[in-house]
T-cell receptor
């Protein structure tokens, strides 16, 4: 079993839909990152969380430390949100990566 | 926010040659830099961790003589792929953070796409 599990692996939705991507982890962490990778490869850091909830524009990230679970939500999704979303946790000063969720938003 | 740059963004080289990729932290001092490799349709794989002024720590299975890492200053780490082969073609990404502020905030470079012909 991987230490960081993401679900779903793939997600296709229509423009405007509310999107949720989940991340569960089994190790002790000091922080959790949500990252975005567009085709072409460049990685953008969306959020770093250690507790609670953060919001940036249409993106919302939450984390429940007791349940070892985090979610990334996208409201009013748009085709430009199509990308791979990666959850990565910081454990013992190392990053442990999830496998990523490939999101496709259709117009 | 903090910025990490990589150079070059794309490189094509012939088999047998060596390629150097630079990772720079532009507005902060990076005590630690990580080098990742991404295979097509796969997640990122950590290759090595480099701390400024000391030898890099390589992950199991990564050849240290093939992937030379130098972290000579707090703003620059380099990855040199020596005697490159087509199977070294990949996307290489660095990340950096300042371990002294305990924020665990890592900043990612935009990546370098290496193609070995």
């Amino acid at each position: 079993k991987n230490e960081v599990e993401q679900s779903p692996q793939n997600l296709t939705a229509q423009e405007g839909e509310f999107i949720t991507i989940n991340c569960s982890y089994s190790v002790g962490i000091s922080a959790l990152h949500w990252l975005q990778q567009h085709p072409g490869g460049g990685i953008v850091s969306l959020f770093m969380l250690s507790s609670g909830k953060k919001k940036h524009g249409r993106l919302i990230a939450t984390i429940n430390i007791q349940e070892k679970h985090s979610s990334l939500h996208i409201t009013a999704s748009h085709p430009r949100d199509s990308a791979v979303y990666i959850c990565a946790v910081v454990s013992n000063y190392q990053l442990i990566w999830g496998a990523g969720t490939k999101l496709i938003i259709k117009p | 926010g903090a910025v990490v740059s990589q150079h070059p963004s794309r490189v094509i080289c012939k088999s047998g040659t060596s390629v150097k990729i630079e990772c720079r932290s532009l507005d902060f001092q990076a005590t630690t830099m990580f080098w990742y490799r991404q295979f097509p349709k796969k997640s990122l794989m950590l290759m090595a961790t480099s701390n400024e002024g000391s030898k890099a720590t390589y992950e199991q299975g990564v050849e240290k003589d093939k992937f030379l890492i130098n972290h000579a200053s707090l703003t620059l780490s380099t990855l040199t792929v020596t005697s490159a082969h087509p199977e070294d073609s990949s996307f290489y990404i660095c990340s950096a953070y300042d371990g002294r502020d305990y924020s665990y905030e890592q900043y990612f470079g935009p990546g370098t796409r290496l193609t070995v012909t």
